[in-house]
């Protein structure tokens, strides 16, 4: 059984944040050959499932770079966490460092998760930070914390910079980025690439092959554990040096041109591009 890992933002979705006709067939296809798809996404769970085109998909999800796994019956397979402890000394020093903060939890994100602030100004984006009471979030019961999110202006990308270095080998902690302007702190164990390792445990099956489809630097942690890896046209540069293969961007149906092209997992399919 190959194992087919894919990214949504930036790789399965396309600008408008929607998957297109093309990938979706593409899917179909290799589920129907009996190939495992997984997403394997930065989003949180809830971000995941408002995609109306992936509510009726039967495929196991990835959530928060791999800190929590869900079957595809969506059963709750594991959670990598943050202790409280350490979620205050690493937003102490976000805070020194004047960034914007987001945090993933079992009770949502706060104050948001990172999708909905797609398009909101810069002034929209500081008001948000600084209005944000963040004692609120300990107070909620049986409190998970999944991921915190340092977030920067894109003329300010050389703070991010500051905070890897900050933080590096200070925490047991993940570090990586979605896009240029952020840095998502997670658990050590909450990883994509261990994350797949991690199901295979859990399901007690062994996957042939591993080909991991993404354009950011978190996925180069699931690009670690495949046997082909697949950057978008999109990717930055240094992502796609760590791939395997090239394919079209994420606009250009680029994951179903891959696997009915590049990989050749399917047959040809008429809307190629």
């Known amino acids: 059984m190959k194992c087919i890992s894919i990214d949504l933002d930036g790789t399965l979705l396309n600008s408008d944040h929607e998957i297109s006709e093309a990938n979706l067939k593409a899917l179909a296809d290799l589920k129907d050959q009996g190939h495992c798809i997984i ?4 989003r949180a769970y809830a971000d995941v499932i408002k995609l109306k085109a992936i509510q009726n998909m039967q495929i196991p999800i990835f959530c928060v770079n791999g800190a929590v796994l869900f079957s ?19 937003f102490s020093i976000l805070k020194d460092l004047g960034v914007g903060i987001l945090v993933y939890t079992n009770h949502g994100g706060f104050p948001s998760t990172l999708p909905p602030l797609h398009g909101k100004s810069k002034q ?24 915190l999110i340092a977030l920067v202006h894109h003329d300010e990308l050389d703070r991010i910079e500051k905070v890897k270095t900050t933080l590096f080998g200070k925490f047991p902690i993940s570090m990586a980025s979605s896009f240029p302007n952020n ?3 997670t658990s050590a164990e909450a990883h994509k690439g261990k994350a797949l390792l991690r199901y295979q445990d859990l399901m007690k099956i062994t996957f042939d092959e ?15 554990v495949a046997t082909t890896s697949v950057a978008m046209e999109n990717a930055p540069l240094h992502v796609q040096q760590k791939a395997d293969i090239i394919t079209k ?11 009915r092209h590049l990989i050749q997992l399917l047959e040809e399919f008429p809307v190629d591009k």
């Not at 997403?39 to 930065?42: A, S």
């Not at 059963?75 to 690493?90: D, G, H, P, V």
């Not at 929209?124 to 991921?147: A, V």
């Open 124 to 147: 929209e984006l500081n008001e948000l930070f600084l209005e944000s009471n963040y004692d609120e979030i300990l107070e909620n019961g049986n409190l998970k914390i999944y991921k």
């Open 72 to 90: 595809e019956d969506r059963e709750l397979l594991f959670e990598a966490t943050l202790s409280n402890t350490t979620f205050r000394k690493i």
């Open 210 to 224: 591993i080909i991991a489809f993404g354009d950011g630097g978190n996925d180069l942690a699931q690009f670690e």
């Open 183 to 185: 840095v998502e702190i």
């Open 39 to 42: 997403l394997n996404t930065g």
């Open 249 to 259: 961007s994420n606009n250009d149906d680029g994951f179903a041109y891959a696997v």
